[in-house]
């Protein structure tokens, strides 16, 4: 299997590393400054900064491929993602940020020309944002079957009514796109056909965001993790994606290269805690030595590298297999990564926390945050059960 990447990924990732190390890195505080001193929450002026800095040099939708994109493979991506997952909000300085990567990935395959103009365009410029609204309070959205927000037709428009919680990106106010899943066929023997997808406009009459929800009492700001009330939120019919039924189907199209793209952020995450954590290790001193001539201290290290190389591995093999055979073909192997990179990543970063003692649980480091973000991501975009149970199934199936 060869890993090795094309002349141009290699020349993009050239690019990416520098650019994190001399523009985003040394913001990285000012971020947490400008993020926290806003009444209400928009992208940081840092980031609109870093934004056109970035794409004056090209490095702008890397991880979109086709020609809406950068045209790279996932598996040319992976590396480039892993860079920038090594600051957790960087990725948006390149416009390859979560939620708006899955969202520009389904208009850009399910869109229509009108919605990708109207959507897909400014998306793509980074000019607006947007957010992904299906997991709901009141029901296991691990199983989305169980959602029970409506989408009825009234007429020559659809009509919206549920709640919806963490809806990744509504809090922002540049967010101007709500991707909905609702249940539109209650009564359809099929029960993956009975959910639809509708593009929805936030300033939308009816929508009614309660509160930001926070992860371990971060609350992500600007981007947050909204719950959002629609109370009988009209739209044309054409604001429908794909067409009616097809909701569950574009989930699955959009759900399985989002998961991948977290793991290759994630593996950023957990390389740049391996290597605070040896820093650490090499600085301080305690009880006569160095932390890292404590036995317990080395294992951490050797073990933390040993889970890194692997999920790093897997995660690659995962992309090469998308690119080689499609992201259907793939979902085994999606489910593997998704089960093994956010919990190595937690251990990791668990690990760097314990060798920075205090430091590592406070704002100085970028520890605690990223370890919720790791914890977190054990249950976004699909719990492991969720993964576990389907991997296993498939498995059974094969060896039948």
């Known amino acids: 299997m060869d890993f090795e990447l094309s002349e141009r990924a290699r020349t993009l990732l050239a690019q990416v590393e520098a650019f994190m190390a001399a523009q985003v890195l040394p913001n990285e505080h000012l971020y947490d400054q400008q993020a926290r001193a806003q009444v209400v929450p928009a992208t940081p002026a840092i980031v ?21 994109g950068a045209g790279l493979r996932n598996l040319e991506y992976a590396p480039l993602a892993e860079a920038m997952g090594r600051v957790l909000w960087a990725s948006e300085v390149f416009n390859c940020s979560a939620p708006d990567t899955g969202n520009m990935e389904v208009l850009s395959l399910y869109g229509t020309p009108a919605q990708q103009d109207r959507w897909l365009k400014p998306l793509l410029a980074g ?67 009975q959910q639809s997808m509708l593009l929805v406009p936030k300033d939308t009459p009816g929508i009614t965001i309660l509160r930001d929800m926070t992860v371990f009492g971060y609350d992500s700001r600007p981007v947050g993790h909204a719950e959002v009330v629609y109370d009988n939120v009209r739209v ?4 429908m994606l794909l067409g009616e039924g097809r909701g569950f189907e574009i989930a699955q199209g959009r759900l399985g290269p989002g998961r991948i793209h977290h793991c290759m952020r994630l593996i950023g995450c957990a390389q740049r805690a391996l290597e605070l954590m040896c820093r650490r290790a090499n600085s301080r001193h305690a009880f006569g030595r160095a932390l890292g001539e404590h036995g317990s201290v080395k294992e951490d290290i050797a073990r933390s590298f040993c889970d890194i190389e692997q999920a790093r ?29 956010p919990d190595m990543a937690a251990r990791v970063i668990d690990r760097a926390m314990q060798v920075h003692g205090a430091a590592g649980l406070s704002q100085d480091t970028f520890l605690a945050e990223a370890y919720a973000y790791a914890r977190y991501m054990r249950m976004g975009d699909g719990p492991d059960q969720v993964h576990l149970a389907a991997l296993g199934r498939a498995l059974l199936k094969r060896h039948a």
């Open 48 to 68: 609109q900064q870093l934004k056109a800095e970035a794409r004056a040099q090209g490095l702008w939708n890397l991880f979109l491929p086709g020609s809406h």
């Open 127 to 193: 000019t607006i944002r947007s957010a992904f609204s299906m997991t709901e309070p009141a029901v296991a959205s691990s199983d989305a079957t169980n959602i029970r927000c409506s989408i009825t037709q009234d007429g020559d428009h659809w009509v919206v009514n549920g709640r919806k919680w963490f809806t990744s990106g509504a809090m922002n106010s540049d967010c101007k796109l709500l991707i909905v899943m609702g249940k539109s066929s209650p009564d359809h023997p099929d029960a993956h056909r």
């Open 236 to 239: 044309p019919l054409d604001h």
């Open 313 to 341: 591995l897997l995660t690659l093999r995962t992309a090469d297999k998308m690119d080689r055979e499609g992201n259907k073909a793939a979902r085994d192997m999606i489910s593997a990564a998704k089960i093994v990179v």
